[in-house]
């Protein structure tokens, strides 16, 4: 019996990321020696007072529903954060707090979006952007962005996209894929629009140059979403939060209540210890982390690909390779194959970084060396001089 897919399913893309991480491990399995470069995981540990926390909380048996909208002391630490780091006045009752920001994305864009509504976003930007607004029924338009810019789309050029659907623009700062911020002045205007705001967050505390500024320093009307999964080294907890406007704040809790109810009881507390952060641990992190840029960006424009702004956030660099190739994908599964080092294709984030291979430095600067040098060797036989 064939079972028929609804057109709303079929139309989600594979996640190219997760598709040369899969070809990877295979070749691992079978004895290569590989280079994980592909995707955005910290290679830390979770700091040890979250996962004291944690413990903690399920020995006092913390393994309950919570609020649908998180634990009251989750949020009210929340609270005391946007108000310390950005000088933002909050209140707990516009924070949604879930299992990570995805599904927080999901339920975003089923509030926001009617059939044919649209969202404006950056080409390129994260891969699943697209995926969870065409699945809530809206469509994606995409901002051709420039290198030069680090890929951050113009408020001239937002402006002139708006239409009578425009249901919001989605930005992300520091981003992924290029790494890149959006200029302070930048941010003030497309907070000023018409429209929501929407910004995603999640890589704050992971900026090493310039300003890190929040949307709702200047709108609060606008959509955050943050989470622990980046700065804190806490991806598999699967811990983020919302911070919607006070219209939208029922709305997206009834869809919470029915579709997720509610976070994980015992992963909250551990967020609230992250938050905290007594010990320093995000600061050492980040120091790692820029050290392994400033490496890695200087290494890969000695081979040969071009990086026309230096990333200054997240962990990731956009590396053009269209002179290598103009077919990304067939190149980082050729590169995979050749060198054992995984790379994400460009085209992964959109048609605007096809050609292009985005490299994460959430690895150590020993990896970093090794798969540079092989890099270099594969590159060097693939194009003798």
């Known amino acids: 019996m064939t079972i028929a897919i609804s057109r709303r399913a079929a139309a989600v893309t594979p996640f190219l990321a997760m598709?040369?991480?899969?070809?990877?491990?295979?070749?691992?399995?079978?004895g290569k020696h590989i280079i994980y470069l592909c995707l955005g995981e910290p290679d830390f540990p979770t700091p040890e007072p979250v996962v004291e926390a944690c413990v903690d909380a399920l020995r006092a048996g913390a393994?309950?529903?919570?609020?649908?909208?998180?634990?009251?002391?989750?949020?009210?630490?929340?609270?005391?954060?946007?108000?310390?780091?950005?000088?933002?006045?909050?209140?707990?009752?516009r924070i949604l707090v879930s299992s990570g920001t995805s599904p927080l994305m999901l339920l975003m864009f089923a509030a926001l979006l009617e059939e044919g509504d649209e969202i404006l976003l950056p080409d390129p930007s994260y891969a699943c952007y697209p995926n969870f607004i065409r699945f809530?029924?809206?469509?994606?338009?995409?901002?051709?962005?420039?290198?030069?810019?680090?890929f951050q789309p113009r408020p001239e050029q937002v402006r002139q996209a708006l239409t009578a659907r425009?249901?919001?623009?989605?930005?992300?700062?520091?981003?992924?894929?290029?790494?890149?911020?959006?200029?302070?002045?930048?941010l003030k205007e497309l907070a000023a629009l018409p429209v929501p705001l929407i910004s995603d967050e999640i890589y704050h505390g992971l900026t090493y140059e310039g300003e890190e500024r929040s949307a709702l320093e200047f709108?609060?009307?606008?959509?955050?979403?943050?989470?622990?999964?980046?700065?804190?080294?806490?991806?598999?907890?699967?811990?983020?939060?919302?911070?919607?406007?006070?219209?939208?704040?029922?709305?997206?809790?009834?869809?919470?209540?029915?579709?997720?109810?509610?976070?994980?009881s015992f992963v909250q507390q551990a967020g609230i210890t992250a938050l905290r952060d007594e010990t320093g641990a995000v600061a050492r992190m980040r120091?790692?982390?820029?050290?392994?840029?400033?490496?890695?960006?200087?290494?890969?424009?000695?081979?040969?690909?071009?990086?026309?702004?230096?990333?200054?956030?997240?962990f990731y660099v956009l590396a053009d390779a269209r002179h290598l190739s103009n077919d990304s994908l067939a190149l980082a599964g050729e590169i995979l194959e050749a060198t054992g080092v995984a790379l994400?294709?460009?085209?992964?984030?959109?048609?605007?970084?096809?050609?292009?291979?985005?490299?994460?430095?959430?690895?150590?600067?020993?990896?970093?060396?090794?798969?540079?040098?092989?890099?270099?060797s594969y590159f060097n036989q693939r194009n003798p001089q």
């Open 19 to 30: 598709e040369i991480m899969e070809r990877a491990k295979l070749l691992e399995a079978q």
């Open 63 to 93: 393994t309950s529903y919570t609020h649908s909208l998180g634990t009251l002391e989750l949020r009210q630490e929340l609270v005391a954060y946007y108000r310390r780091r950005y000088g933002v006045e909050l209140t707990p009752e």
């Open 136 to 150: 809530a029924g809206g469509r994606p338009v995409y901002l051709l962005t420039r290198a030069e810019d680090g």
């Open 166 to 186: 425009t249901r919001g623009v989605m930005i992300n700062s520091p981003s992924n894929p290029a790494g890149s911020t959006m200029p302070t002045a930048w």
């Open 219 to 264: 709108s609060s009307d606008a959509f955050v979403l943050g989470g622990f999964s980046k700065a804190y080294a806490m991806t598999g907890w699967r811990l983020g939060y919302l911070i919607t406007p006070p219209s939208c704040v029922r709305a997206l809790q009834s869809l919470h209540q029915n579709f997720f109810i509610s976070a994980n």
């Open 287 to 314: 120091q790692a982390y820029d050290e392994r840029r400033r490496y890695l960006v200087e290494r890969l424009r000695q081979l040969g690909l071009k990086v026309a702004a230096t990333p200054v956030g997240a």
């Open 344 to 376: 994400t294709p460009g085209i992964d984030f959109g048609p605007g970084a096809e050609g292009y291979l985005r490299f994460s430095y959430a690895n150590s600067m020993e990896n970093l060396r090794e798969a540079t040098a092989r890099l270099e």
